[in-house]
């Protein structure tokens, strides 16, 4: 007999070529995406630069070195963190997603010829073609450790070993002569293994650097670690079992990564640059300045000319000459989207350092760049539309105003600038705009007069003002330290407090619909307040999707509550109950979401290192049975063990080919328990124990899915 039960499952949107797009997510569409981003990764080769502008892998010919040529994109599913190319292929570190290998043998048309998706951030990658016809690909990933997977068939990666690392990781140096590998491993330093036989990763040694490890090179048995916060470490390596510190070279800020060729060392250094440090036999090595003002986080060299991943300033091209050295060219690639705003058919993004981004979404499949204001300062980090007008809270620079009725060359009209303070947020009633000023509290200007903005009065905040929303006489503010404070603003020469929440949290971000407002919390997550009585605001709940979720930005509308939950992506809140809200969907995003906007049923995300994401809340009830017939002979959920359990059980499947595969557990109305599994996996049986700790006795359902379209249900009883 056949048991009908009735579940709310995802609509997926289909990105890669080879393989179905598997972005993490529960009832929520992509419908669209804008994934220019900040350069974090580069990788070159003789006449070639790979690189990542945010989630778009880019290919472009340097026959001319001092003007590159771009030849080839396609845009992938994550933020781009690491590459290497190795023959017809690149190996794609992405972000959230995990590996992508794309087929670069027609540099012009790249495409994805397959992925492979992990749990955790992957981070690094090296490849390896020392081992007699099987190319292995070695996997960093940020908390679980470095895998090693076999090649030799392209479309069928097939996983040999994992090895679980001291720290998270960071960075790869693969040594092809002696078979090991260095991992940079954050706050543990660096890790060395021995990767001679891929399918039993063994741990030589260890040196704890004492600061952060984010980028290595090793020359000569002496590794050279660039240490987020100590600078240049150099280690003897000899004795792979006892490393031993050789010198340490501060450097001017903090140090992402570094190669070394000869007697030089070039360390990327963050807001610095480039430093280039002589390595010759003498007690101090000089240290040659080279400062381009930009963020630099990863470097490549090809002979003397050195690629820099640079941030948001896109790739930089120096030719490295102690002493003389000079930027050749540059690659610009996209900021760090901070804020969003909408007005169709117009998406605006604060976009860090590259300023004020317009994208034309009238087709929400192919949102295009319409137009952009590049800042000579300041750093965008939040916008505010009205009619033909953009207002954007830049940091540093105060508050820019802008003509937009043209969107393709939005004009500078305004700016009103102060002695300190942060701008990151703004809101504009009438002909007054209201800038929340870090520590300076908020100002109020009067733009009566848009060409010359009237300083009309300000007040300081519990702390640090992060943004501002202005409902009727009250401006409810959203403060790093309190939390949420509400003002009475009636009379702007005398502006009083009026109530603040009484749970402080790092506030972020605010959203106020009376009588409810709702408060991003960083950590925190989102606070839900009730705002019917002012003095006496009072908190009805919170939600926090997971220890790791951090929330910048919250929108809210009709049940729905809408957060942009950093490295988590975004996540839907049912709030109709708002003392109890509940998970009802999210979407996992390339890198990191910092704010989120929404119009008519549409979800814009701005993801501060992949662009923007377009989705929509889509939730689809679908029937699915708990036996079903012509069960594959290839693949098999078998039924629990023990059944009936308390509190743990095992679930047991068998793969006779490699699958993305999802395992879920369910109650027994549809909603979602826990997910067990979500990742590639190759041929083989495997077994998961599921803890129902915290869980009432009853049915509980768990459901395998494979991307070739399996998909089978079974019954467990829980017997407290």
Not at 240 to 250: D, E, G
Not at 532 to 555: C, H, I, K, P, Q
Request: proline share 4%; glycine share 8%.
């Amino acid at each position: 007999m056949k048991t009908l039960i009735l579940l709310i499952i995802s609509i997926s949107t289909f990105f890669s070529v080879r393989a179905q797009n598997s972005y993490p997510a529960q009832n929520i569409e992509l419908i669209g995406r804008w994934a220019s981003g900040s350069a974090k990764a580069v990788f070159n080769m003789p006449g070639y630069v790979y690189l990542g502008n945010g989630g778009i892998f880019e290919i472009y010919s340097t026959a001319d070195i001092s003007n590159p040529a771009k030849i080839g994109s396609v845009t992938l599913h994550g933020t781009i963190n690491d590459i290497y190319v190795l023959g017809n292929y690149a190996y794609v570190a992405s972000g959230n997603f995990g590996l992508e290998i794309v087929n670069i043998s027609s540099p012009s048309q790249p495409f994805i010829e397959n992925y492979i998706v992990f749990d955790d951030e992957v981070t690094a990658i090296d490849v390896s073609d020392a081992y007699v016809n099987q190319p292995i690909v070695f996997v960093l990933t940020d908390k679980s450790g470095l895998y090693a997977y076999d090649l030799s068939d392209m479309t069928n990666p097939k996983q040999l070993s994992h090895l679980e690392t001291y720290g998270y990781g960071k960075d790869l140096f693969g040594d092809k002569h002696n078979l090991r590998l260095y991992c940079a491993e954050y706050d543990q330093g660096f890790e060395i293994i021995d990767v001679s036989n891929p399918q039993n990763l063994t741990s030589l040694g260890k040196y704890n650097t004492s600061g952060s490890a984010y980028g290595i090179a090793v020359q000569d048995k002496k590794a050279y670690v660039a240490d987020y916060h100590k600078g240049l470490v150099v280690v003897d390596v000899a004795n792979a079992a006892a490393p031993q510190k050789i010198t340490t070279f501060s450097t001017h800020d903090l140090a992402y990564d570094v190669v070394v060729f000869d007697t030089l060392a070039c360390v990327a250094i963050g807001g610095t640059g480039l430093e280039i440090i002589d390595l010759t036999e003498k007690a101090y090595p000089e240290v040659v300045p080279f400062d381009d003002n930009g963020t630099a986080e990863a470097i490549s060299r090809c002979n003397t000319n050195i690629f820099v991943a640079d941030g948001s300033g896109g790739v930089k091209i120096v030719s490295v000459d102690v002493g003389q050295s000079t930027i050749q060219s540059q690659i610009p690639t996209a900021g760090n989207a901070r804020g969003i705003a909408v007005n169709d058919p117009f998406i605006y993004v604060a976009d860090g350092f590259n300023g004020l981004k317009i994208l034309d979404a009238s087709d929400y499949q192919n949102p295009v760049l319409a137009g952009e204001y590049l800042f000579e300062d300041g750093y965008a980090k939040n916008v505010f539309v009205m009619d033909t007008l953009a207002f954007v809270a830049a940091g540093n620079a105060g508050l820019l105003i802008f003509n937009v009725s043209n969107p393709s060359t939005p004009q500078l009209i305004s700016s009103v600038e102060f002695e300190s303070g942060d701008a990151s947020g703004v809101y504009v009633k009438n002909d007054t705009v209201f800038i929340a000023n870090g520590e300076n509290g908020i100002q109020i200007y009067s733009i009566a007069d848009l060409t010359n903005p009237q300083y009309l009065s300000h007040f300081n905040t519990g702390y640090r003002a992060t943004n501002i929303v202005v409902r009727g006489t009250y401006a409810y503010v959203s403060d790093y330290l309190n939390g949420f404070e509400v003002y009475d603003i009636s009379d702007l020469s005398s502006v009083s407090r009026v109530g603040a929440s009484n749970v402080p949290v790092n506030g972020m971000d605010l959203f106020v619909t009376p009588p409810y407002a709702f408060v991003a919390g960083k950590q925190s997550g989102v606070r839900i307040l009730d705002i019917t009585n002012l003095s006496a605001v009072t908190e009805m709940s919170y939600f926090r999707a997971s220890d790791y979720s951090f929330t910048y930005g919250v929108f809210a509308q009709d049940t729905l509550l809408y957060l942009a939950d950093g490295n988590e992506g975004l996540h839907v809140v049912h709030i109709s109950d708002p003392t109890q809200p509940a998970l009802a969907g999210y979407f996992q995003t390339g890198g990191y979401a910092r704010d989120v906007f929404v119009r008519d049923s549409i979800i814009f995300v701005a993801d501060e290192n992949d662009g923007v994401y377009i989705l929509k809340y889509a939730p689809v009830a679908v029937t699915i049975e708990e036996q079903i017939n012509n069960i594959p002979e290839n693949f098999q959920l078998y039924q629990n063990f023990p059944n009936p359990f308390n509190p743990a059980t095992v679930i047991r499947y068998r793969l006779s080919t490699p699958a993305h595969v999802r395992l879920v557990v369910y109650d027994v109305v549809g909603k979602v328990v826990k997910e067990l599994i979500n990742r590639q996996q190759g041929v083989g049986q495997y077994q998961i124990t599921f803890n129902a700790k915290g869980l009432s006795s009853g049915v509980y359902l768990y459901r395998l899915e494979t991307s070739h379209g399996f998909s089978q249900v079974r019954k467990m009883i829980l017997l407290r």
